[in-house]
């Protein structure tokens, strides 16, 4: 099931060329197509990532979905601050995630960088705009939308997903879906409503749940090593990964011979989004996911 063309430029390469590569996949989910790529690789031979790598992963990632959620939303209102906020503390990872590596990361940060993240996560939520969910809301009562069904990654199962030989298009069971900051919402019980207004919503409370996280998870980190030389054996292995990024699921499956790469699949939820933009025919919904949950370069 390919996807995209960059899937084969990845056939007989090195699994040290994953991060770097992915990265360059997409600038809104550079960390998440980065790190699904590399846990791909880990599950296929059962590596372990130390306590410290695993929060500097997980903090980086929560950074990308704030800029995302920031710039999706600039589009309704102004968000550059916060967009910047996610910037900075994504690159926890280095730029393009060079410090990103199979069994971890390369380099912890510093005790004054700890301190300067911190400082960015409680600057942002200084910036979140709950009003703007209430303006959300008021639109919404105003102006009838659909409901959409959602997907997440804690429910994904990559058996039930159809393309048709559509490669920009994918049904989940046979239905149109949406990936992304509503679907996660909506798990955590912070938004109650599957509505296409919430998408707008959904990002916005989303900002607010990821620096309240990423908070913690600075004060959970320790400065010390957050990497342990991987084991590669040798024969075929296959593993594959689904993990929330800034725009939604992101899919990797990697099949491996050592450390050649033999074949690679990426789902992304853009794939899942297109198919939602095309079952609506109203000009505010087309609109909302246009600007807000479409990436054009599919």
Known sequence: ??????????????????????????????????????????KAYNITVPNEGQYLR???????????DAIKLGEFTNTDKLADIGNKIKSI???????????????NISDNRKEKLLN??????????????KLVDERKAKI?????????????????????????????DGKAVYSGSLARMYREGLINSKNLWDMLSARMIEIEFCLNKIIR??????????YMEPIIK?????????????????YHKVELLGRE???????TSENFNKAVLDSVDNDEAIRIIQLCERCYYL
């Not at 990872?93 to 990103?100: P, S």
């Not at 998870?217 to 957050?226: A, D, H, V």
């Not at 790469?261 to 789902?267: A, H, M, S, V």
Request: include cysteine; hydrophobic fraction near 45%; aromatic fraction near 6%.
């Open 1 to 42: 099931m390919k996807i995209r063309g960059f899937e084969s430029s990845m056939m007989g390469r090195d699994i040290d060329f994953i991060p770097s590569s992915m990265a360059r996949l997409c600038y809104l989910n550079e960390i998440s197509h980065a790190l699904a790529g590399v846990i791909s690789v880990e």
């Open 261 to 267: 790469i033999l074949d690679y699949t990426i789902l």
């Open 234 to 250: 040798d024969g075929k292995a296959v593993g594959e990964v689904v993990i929330e990024g800034g725009e939604g699921i992101v």
């Open 144 to 172: 009838i939308l659909q409901d959409v069904e959602l997907i997440d990654a804690y429910n994904f199962d990559v058996n039930k997903v159809e393309t048709k030989n559509l490669p920009k298009i994918a049904l989940y």
């Open 58 to 68: 997980e903090i980086a990632r929560l950074g990308e979905i704030v800029e995302v």
């Open 217 to 226: 998870l600075l004060n959970k980190l320790k400065l010390t090593q957050p």
């Open 93 to 107: 990872l280095g730029k393009k995630t060079k410090y990103l590596t199979v069994g971890g990361v390369l380099e």
């Open 120 to 133: 960015l996560a409680k600057e942002g939520l200084n910036l979140v705009d709950k009003d703007f969910v």
